[in-house]
């Protein structure tokens, strides 16, 4: 049955600016901060082979199905699930999954946006000059004193998201266009730059090595499934935004007559492009410079620095790398801002602006508690098998990216595969009953939600 709904909140100008937006959400801190420190931590190169078994038999099918049901849908992601399900003679408590997907939000946004500050903070110190000539003991002694420092933390974390809260209640779509068609591709090319730094290091092959080679003799003392399976599934969810409704409420915005198979696969290669080429760009100066690949979250804020610190025109580089990653990760923060938003838009009937204002200010209070996790209030704790030093920040990670996104993945997977019509989902897609839609629904209803119960449980030791 084709739908023919329109969403209140317009439509994206054309099928790129969906691409550009979606790819602006997905490509963000994820990419850049996140993956290299998790690929440190869990096991270099085993983490990236699973990591791309991730992103390709769950992350892309289940992006597919979240597109899918946020176009049919045409609104915010609790009324969407809302809709569809009555219209598919389910539980209206389907709409659930879009509150899950909305308090996800909340949590991600209130720490990403404590990290898109340490960005900001960086561009100034890179633009002073003060990693000239800088070595690892330097770089990271500068790094911890940021990071103990909650004043500035809180300074940075209040600005960031006021620019975020400020997009959102113009609309994300008036800004967006312009931000990710220009800023995007110059962080993709300043990135190559690095991966040229990176390859004139001593320890080009051994970073290279680190990241494509898995290497067995590091697994031995760790568990496969809590240290390397779960946060690289986790990872996979996190950085194509799926599993919260950021990527459904944007195709909400999708015309129907744009593939969104074509988009996602689109969108999932660029994403992990990047995150491939900031590994190549880190690992080697990782090597060269003595650092531990296993130094958790700073990782990036000590390594890529040294690299400034020491290559021709770096303080120029250096500025606007992180000048370039703070708008990577602003074209992401408002997508996680932008679900509570529209829900308050439309179900309790609040202006854009005031909306975009009373969300963004409850994110930025569940931020202070991240801007205390490196300092005043920073603890150590363990789950499934692994040990955590960064308290709440820790916590609030882990419970998002490793939780709540997989399990809103797999309900998506469920919905869209086992309780939607077939002719639905045949319709949306778009892709006829053809071999290609017959592969996505095996792999959608028997592959990504068993892969995802298969992992979680046996990292939290249910199976063992
Ligand atoms: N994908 C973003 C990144 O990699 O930085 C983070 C993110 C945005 C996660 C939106 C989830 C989301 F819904």
Same mark, same amino acid.
């Given at each position: ?99 899950? #997907?909305?308090? $996800?939000?909340? @949590?991600?946004? &209130? =720490?990403? +946006?404590?990290?898109?500050?340490? *960005? ?122 799926? #599993?919260?409704? $950021?990527?459904? @409420?944007?195709? &909400? =915005?999708? +015309?129907?007559?744009?593939?969104? *198979? ?122 499934? #098998? ?79």
């Amino acid at each position: 049955m084709t739908s023919t709904r329109t969403s209140i909140h317009g439509q994206w100008s054309s099928r790129w600016v969906f691409i550009l937006a979606a790819t602006g959400s997905a490509v963000g801190l994820g990419n850049i901060w996140r993956f290299p420190y998790l690929t440190g931590e869990n096991g270099g190169g085993a983490f990236v082979l699973v990591y791309l078994f991730c992103v390709v038999m769950m992350g892309i099918p289940i992006m597919m199905a979240e597109i899918l049901l946020g176009r049919r849908g045409r609104k915010n992601p609790i009324n969407t699930m809302h809709t569809l399900a009555i219209e598919e003679g389910l539980s209206p408590n389907w709409r659930l999954l879009g509150w899950l #997907g909305v308090i $996800a939000g909340f @949590i991600i946004l &209130s =720490y990403y +946006s404590v990290i898109a500050g340490w *960005t900001i903070a960086f561009i100034f110190k890179t633009g002073m000059g003060d990693f000239v000539g800088s070595n690892a003991d330097q770089t990271t002694a500068i790094f911890s004193e940021l990071i103990s420092n909650p004043k500035i933390l809180l300074f940075w974390h209040t600005f960031f998201m006021f620019l975020t809260i400020y997009i959102v209640s113009r609309g994300v779509k008036s800004g967006l266009e312009q931000a990710v068609k220009f800023l995007m591709p110059a962080l993709f090319i300043l990135l190559l730059v690095m991966v040229g730094y990176a390859m004139s290091t001593e320890r080009f092959l051994d970073g290279l090595k680190y990241l494509f080679v898995p290497d067995f003799g590091v697994l031995a003392n760790k568990n496969l499934f809590s240290d390397v399976f779960l946060p690289a599934l986790g990872q996979a969810f996190f950085s194509l935004s799926i #599993g919260m409704g $950021a990527i459904m @409420i944007y195709g &909400s =915005y999708l +015309s129907k007559d744009s593939s969104i *198979t074509f988009n996602s696969f689109v969108i999932a290669l660029a994403d992990t492009g990047v995150a491939i080429l900031a590994g190549i760009a880190i690992f080697p100066i990782v090597f060269t410079y003595g650092l531990e690949p296993s130094g958790g979250p700073g990782l990036i804020f000590v390594s890529l620095p040294i690299a400034f610190g020491q290559m021709p025109l770096g303080t120029f580089f250096g500025c606007l790398f992180f000048i370039l990653l703070m708008f990577a990760a602003w074209t992401s923060s408002i997508s996680l801002l932008e679900p509570a938003v529209t829900w308050m838009v439309e179900n309790r009937k609040m202006t854009r602006y005031r909306a975009a204002y009373i969300a963004g200010f409850i994110a930025w209070l569940l931020g202070l508690l991240t801007v205390l996790s490196f300092n005043h209030w920073a603890f150590k704790f363990s789950f499934a #098998g692994k040990t955590y030093e960064n308290g709440l920040f820790d916590i609030f990670d882990v419970l998002t990216a490793n939780i709540m996104l997989p399990l809103g993945g797999v309900l998506i997977a469920i919905f869209t595969s086992w309780l939607m019509s077939r002719s639905s989902t045949i319709d949306e897609l778009g892709l006829s009953d053809s071999i290609a839609y017959k592969i996505w629904r095996f792999i959608i209803r028997y592959v990504a939600p068993l892969g995802v119960v298969v992992i979680f449980f046996n990292a939290i030791g249910l199976f063992s």
